[in-house]
């Protein structure tokens, strides 16, 4: 990037959900000038909704948006919002999505998009109805490395996908204080760990191998029961288990574990699990082709590990550097061996969410990968009931790009 940058015209945006994400949303608008000066458009954070005060005034405080409400329909009313990034509980995500769509906001909101698949192709089709464009939150595509490794699959680097293996373990409700927000309940949090984490080893899947064609799986609760949550509790929090207060239920899957069947034949194991103790974001995957194998690690973002050639036997592993030329690498750090970190993959998602605008193009994961992710999570779900393969709904289609 070279010469003068043309100016930018401003646009309003305002986030739904003043949590945790609706933080690394507004993080993610504020940086975009510094890593993308030439794309166009400028966001300015005009307003936020969270309906807990405390939340409300500590967003307002860190992010100082223009205005600040307690009713996310208030948000969607003031006129100087263009755009909207919604990171409500999962529960939500329908009634908040479709209503940005009426409202004809731009949108980009986090997976998984609701609380089943009817509820992603509801957000998809109230989007297309609108003619808005929209952005699903599954970040991971952003990583150069995830980048650099579709696009040695996509160059036959390690011949023909054979089998891989995808894994998210972390350890955030391993303690049993963990207490018992809405990520517990069926109500308001769907089938637990698969919406949560699977989602995104789906999204990972479909990016990187292409449509899952059957699925079979098993699932567990193996933390039954949970302290009460105080309002706001995060799900990081420990509310202890001799506080005296009443031990509720865990209603949905802390562990899942899945063989998928991709439509290009290859074979995938799937595990994820949220009371992984001694794990934290051991998330990962791995590709072995005819002639090689491609590995990346969350938790060494900046490395992909490669192995191609013609060997086979003893064929050395080399551990390739992510660099510019690295999806997006470049907007980030001049040369290999400097590590992006979650934020940068929110500034660039927010990049490509907002090039969609522009563009008039939905990019990056859009509402039907979201959509396609969902179908595959409930065929696991279904799969888990029944004891049998399932073909998720919807079909064949596209590489999910």
Do not use: C
Request: proline content about 5%; hydrophobic content about 45%; overall charge neutral.
């Amino acid at each position: 990037m070279t010469g003068a940058v043309p100016p930018a015209r401003d646009i309003g945006v305002g986030v739904i959900g003043g949590g945790w994400m609706g933080h690394a949303h507004a993080r993610a608008y504020a940086r975009l000038p510094h890593h993308y000066p030439d794309l166009g458009l400028r966001p300015r954070l005009a307003a936020v909704a969270e309906p807990l005060a405390a939340k409300r005034e500590d967003f307002a405080a860190r992010f100082a948006p223009a205005r600040a409400y307690s009713d996310w329909r208030e948000l969607l009313a003031d006129p100087d919002v263009a755009a909207v990034s919604v990171t409500v509980p999962n529960a939500l995500h329908r009634e908040v999505g479709t209503a940005v769509a009426a409202a004809g906001r731009h949108l980009w909101i986090e997976k998984p998009v609701g609380l089943t698949a009817e509820d992603a192709r509801a957000v998809a089709a109230a989007a297309g109805r609108a003619g808005i464009q929209a952005t699903t939150g599954f970040n991971y595509r952003q990583v150069p490395a995830v980048a650099r490794a579709a696009r040695l699959l996509r160059e036959g680097a390690i011949g023909t996908p054979a089998h891989a293996r995808v894994r998210l373990f972390t350890d955030y409700a391993a303690h049993p204080g963990t207490p018992l927000s809405w990520r517990f309940t069926r109500e308001h949090g769907g089938d637990g760990v698969l919406g949560d984490l699977a989602s995104h080893g789906v999204d990972l899947v479909r990016f990187l191998l292409g449509e899952v064609a059957a699925v079979v799986a098993d699932t567990a609760v193996l933390v039954p029961r949970r302290p009460g949550a105080a309002e706001g509790a995060g799900h990081y929090a420990i509310a202890g288990t001799g506080d005296g207060g009443a031990l509720g239920d865990v209603e949905n899957e802390d562990y899942v574990a899945a063989l998928l069947r991709t439509a290009g034949g290859a074979r995938v194991v799937l595990e994820a699990s949220r009371v992984a103790a001694g794990q934290q974001n051991a998330y990962g995957v791995t590709v072995h082709g005819e002639r090689g194998m491609l590995s990346w690690d969350f938790r060494r973002p900046g490395e992909l590990v490669v192995s191609s050639g013609g060997d086979y036997l003893n064929q050395p592993l080399t551990t390739a550097l992510a660099g510019p030329g690295d999806g997006d690498y470049a907007r980030f750090q001049p040369g290999p061996g400097i590590a992006m970190s979650f934020d940068d993959t929110k500034v660039a998602e927010a990049a490509v969410f907002l090039r969609g605008v522009r563009d008039g193009r939905s990019g990056g994961a859009t509402l039907t990968d979201a959509a396609r992710a969902a179908e595959v999570l409930q065929a696991m779900a279904e799969s888990a009931r029944t004891g049998t393969w399932v073909a998720p709904d919807g079909g064949e289609g596209g590489g999910g790009s």
